[in-house]
């Protein structure tokens, strides 16, 4: 079967930072792509970040410049990097890997508040 846990969530105040990590395990042939989707308070979820399997990136405008996806194949991790974090950013945060199939880890809240 295949796994994400996502961590590093949390509360944090604007202008902070956290990083988010998803592990991934079992069994995934080919991975064309994994990504970072948020769902804030009476929103639909949305794309934040996503990474291909040759390493190329795609961000939305209104985080482009303040998060970064990457990964560490080694580790079977990808990572979001969040700075300077708003208000707005608040929402609950799912790793999604594709493989042919859509896989998706059980989310993790991330509060941004003074």
């Known amino acids: 079967q295949v796994q994400l846990v996502e961590s590093g969530g949390g509360l944090v105040q604007p202008g902070g930072s956290l990083r988010l990590s998803c592990a991934y395990s079992?069994?995934?042939?080919?991975?064309?792509?994994m990504g970072w989707y948020r769902q804030g308070p009476g929103k639909q979820r949305e794309l934040v970040a996503f990474?291909?399997?040759?390493?190329?990136?795609n961000y939305p405008d209104f985080v482009r410049g303040r998060f970064t996806i990457s990964r560490d194949n080694a580790k079977n991790t990808v990572y979001l990097q969040m700075n300077s974090l708003k208000i707005e950013d608040t929402a609950v945060y799912y790793c999604?890997?594709?493989?042919?199939?859509?896989?998706w880890g059980q989310g993790t809240q991330v509060t941004v508040s003074s």
């Open positions: 990474i291909t399997s040759g390493g190329n990136t």
């Open positions: 999604w890997v594709g493989a042919g199939n859509a896989y």
């Open positions: 079992g069994s995934i042939s080919s991975i064309t792509a």
